[in-house]
């Protein structure tokens, strides 16, 4: 049975519905950076998606091609995940074309750059593509506070005030800056969900209070 990352690590992937404080250990992606409203039908956002998944399943079918990626173990490709930021730091979910963003997939800890430049090439050659724009991420989050939300993204500003407020109860604050973005894992497709049964993983940045 192929690996599956929500199965293996649900304190990351399947949290409550109700906010906690985590600790997220330096994991590496697949990245397409990018900004404007995700919303818009042509825009870079929905671009980046067609450049993510085709890397990322040239690399989980890799061990059919000639390619050999040591340690390699079958795997599911993850959720879609998304950094996400505004020039002024916070994020005014009125102003869209204001986001900056990087869309992510999570990759296997067995695979390294010189995978992803391996997959770009192939993936080029068979779709007639430029896929320079993807690149490897290591990004480190550490302490956060995360939470499950339901429904619309336009309603996320109510459940990061229940996180802002739990992390305050806590000890924290949340602490968003250049190396320490607003994370998002999404749990559901939203061309087939109806949105108010929209799954969300939101997760911030704390440090504690002084």
């Known amino acids: 049975m192929a690996f599956d990352?929500?199965?293996?690590f649900k304190e990351f992937y399947l949290p409550k519905?109700?906010?906690?404080?985590?600790?997220?250990?330096?994991?590496?992606y697949l990245a397409v950076r990018g900004q404007g409203n995700p919303n818009e039908e042509d825009g870079q956002?929905?671009?980046?998606?067609?450049?993510?998944?085709?890397?990322?399943?040239?690399?989980?079918?890799s061990y059919k091609s000639g390619y050999r990626i040591e340690g390699f173990f079958e795997y599911s490709?993850?959720?879609?995940?998304?950094?996400?930021w505004t020039?002024?730091?916070?994020?005014?979910?009125?102003?869209?074309?204001?986001?900056?963003?990087?869309?992510?997939?999570?990759?296997?800890?067995?695979?390294?750059?010189?995978?992803?430049?391996?997959?770009?090439?192939?993936?080029?050659r068979k779709k007639k593509r430029d896929f320079s724009p993807v690149e490897f991420l290591r990004y480190d989050e550490g302490e956060c506070v995360q939470c499950m939300h339901m429904g619309p993204y336009d309603n996320e500003p109510s459940t990061i005030g229940k996180m802002r407020a739990y992390a305050a109860e806590m000890g924290y604050r949340i602490a968003i800056d250049s190396t320490r973005l607003h994370h998002e894992i999404y749990l559901s497709d939203?061309?087939?969900?109806?949105?108010?049964?929209?799954?969300?993983?939101?997760?911030?940045?704390?440090?504690?209070?002084?």
């Open 5 to 8: 990352f929500k199965k293996e």
């Open 17 to 28: 519905d109700s906010p906690s404080i985590v600790t997220v250990p330096p994991l590496n």
């Open 45 to 61: 956002y929905k671009r980046s998606l067609e450049l993510l998944y085709p890397i990322a399943y040239t690399l989980k079918m």
């Open 77 to 84: 490709v993850p959720p879609l995940e998304g950094l996400w």
């Open 87 to 124: 020039e002024s730091g916070e994020i005014d979910y009125a102003d869209k074309e204001a986001f900056h963003f990087i869309s992510m997939i999570r990759l296997p800890d067995f695979i390294r750059e010189e995978d992803v430049l391996w997959a770009r090439e192939e993936a080029a």
């Open 190 to 210: 939203p061309r087939k969900t109806d949105p108010s049964k929209l799954k969300t993983v939101i997760r911030c940045p704390v440090i504690k209070q002084v």
